[in-house]
């Protein structure tokens, strides 16, 4: 370990330090070390207690199955999708990082989440250090209504007057805005730097384990779309929240790639309005304009989302390629995926696609990474190149292999009760589903389950 005004240089990208300066970082950036002095090591640290230190009591391994065990207790912020995401709502003592692009909604989301929870009776401290106190009130009054005198706010960036607020105030949320303007004494570096985001990382941690308070951290994203700063915060913390949308369109997901509490399959859906946030309760009706018929390339699908699903319409337009080769464009479609599912058509059914510029899209916005969206697209494309559709509001769910075949999708008697219930009449499944749904009371949807590719088209013409 370095000494007292020892200094190294450290890598702004990956974190990694060396005594000597680099042009070129392990990680493969080049010209990211910026030279740093380390702090002294304090002995007294809990951290480096033990056999490690001369005169101290060695740590005692205890029996894991002797280890007591208890419901976590959580805080209610009073958005049900917020909590449904987190898995129940704040756990006490737990760290939460919420990333996305600027303008996207964080700030607002967590400032209705301040405000509902200082409403229901607990101390809040809103810590900013981006903004002043004054506009942190103007978006309050726009969001919030009335607000409750538990919240308070603070606009600093020194770590060690944070700590000292949060010791005298003993709030039971605090949240931190942003985590790159916030830096510590202790180092000398800039703050945003790797190793003051890190430091702040651990000044956080202390207070919401040693307090037990749960902390919101605000994070700012990379140009790529992934958090900035070293990849140990993300370890550090107990969930990872990401809030992703289209800047042109109000709908809003919010997503966990981590969380220690709960599931990350959950998604909440929000629209972004004048007031704030509002929650979307039906995501398939937000989704879906219409359940009638639907004209040309466009086929009606569906996922399984942590515990509910999401019905969305898939489009398709295929067109004659002018010059040079022929375009494959798909949005909220992983574009490798599209393009298995063109040479499965070309392959089994017969469809000459070299010549076709092939063009599809999620209608809303989202962007669903499950397989069970590929019928779908397969009979999109093929009812825009054949000018084929429905007289029928049909639906269809399943993966495609590369042999044709229909491969069964998990959670599928949930997306038929969705089905029947938003008044599809018919759905197209993979035959070992609709051996399983045989049971399955559904009033007014037929269940038609099918082999290969081949089948599902037959069964859309209505053959």
Not at 358 to 367: K, L, S
């Amino acid at each position: 370990m370095a000494k007292k005004g020892k200094t190294v240089f450290v890598c702004q990208e990956c974190g990694y330090e060396n005594p000597k300066w680099l042009g070129q970082c392990i990680c493969g950036a080049w010209n990211t070390m910026v030279e740093e002095k380390l702090p002294e090591i304090n002995v007294a640290d809990v951290r480096r207690r033990g056999s490690l230190t001369e005169g101290k009591k060695a740590s005692k391994a205890s029996k894991l199955k002797e280890v007591g065990t208890g419901e976590y207790s959580r805080l209610n912020t009073g958005i049900g999708e917020l909590n449904r995401v987190l898995g129940g709502g704040l756990v006490k003592g737990s760290l939460v990082l919420i990333s996305g692009e600027p303008g996207i909604g964080k700030s607002t989301i967590i400032m209705q989440a301040a405000s509902n929870i200082s409403a229901a009776g607990e101390k809040v401290l809103y810590v900013t250090g981006e903004e002043s106190e004054e506009q942190i009130k103007m978006r309050a009054d726009r969001v919030c209504g009335e607000i409750s005198d538990n919240l308070f706010i603070l606009a600093e960036t020194n770590m060690e007057n944070i700590v000292a607020v949060c010791e005298n105030l003993n709030p039971g949320f605090v949240i931190i805005d942003s985590i790159q303007t916030m830096y510590t004494e202790e180092l000398d570096s800039v703050p945003g730097s790797v190793s003051q985001v890190r430091a702040c990382g651990n000044h956080l941690m202390r207070i919401g384990k040693g307090m037990n308070i749960p902390v919101f951290i605000v994070a700012h994203v990379t140009k790529s779309g992934e958090l900035a700063g070293p990849k140990i915060v993300e370890h550090m913390v107990d969930a990872v929240l990401n809030f992703s949308g289209e800047r042109d369109q109000d709908l809003r997901i919010l997503r966990a790639f981590k969380n220690r509490f709960g599931t990350t399959s959950e998604i909440g859906a929000f629209k972004m309005e004048e007031k704030g946030l509002i929650e979307i309760k039906d995501l398939s009706a937000t989704f879906l304009d219409s359940t009638g018929e639907k004209p040309e390339g466009s086929v009606v699908s569906a996922i399984y989302e942590g515990s509910r699903p999401i019905l969305m319409e898939i489009q398709a337009l295929t067109a004659p390629a002018n010059v040079g080769f022929a375009r494959r464009t798909a949005v909220g479609i992983d574009n490798q995926r599209l393009s298995m599912i063109l040479a499965v058509l070309e392959k089994k059914v017969g469809m000459t696609m070299i010549n076709q510029d092939v063009y599809v899209n999620v209608v809303g916005g989202i962007r669903p990474d499950s397989t069970a969206v590929d019928l779908a697209v397969a009979l999109a494309v093929y009812s825009s190149l054949r000018g084929v559709k429905s007289d029928k509001r049909i639906m269809a769910v399943g993966e495609v292999g590369l042999t044709g075949e229909l491969r069964s999708i998990a959670n599928l008697d949930k997306i038929v009760q969705e089905a029947a219930r938003m008044g599809y009449e018919e759905i197209i499944i993979p035959a070992r589903n609709a051996k399983s749904l045989e049971s399955l009371k559904t009033e007014g949807l037929k269940i038609v389950g099918v082999n290969n590719l081949q089948e599902a088209i037959r069964a859309f013409k209505g053959e």
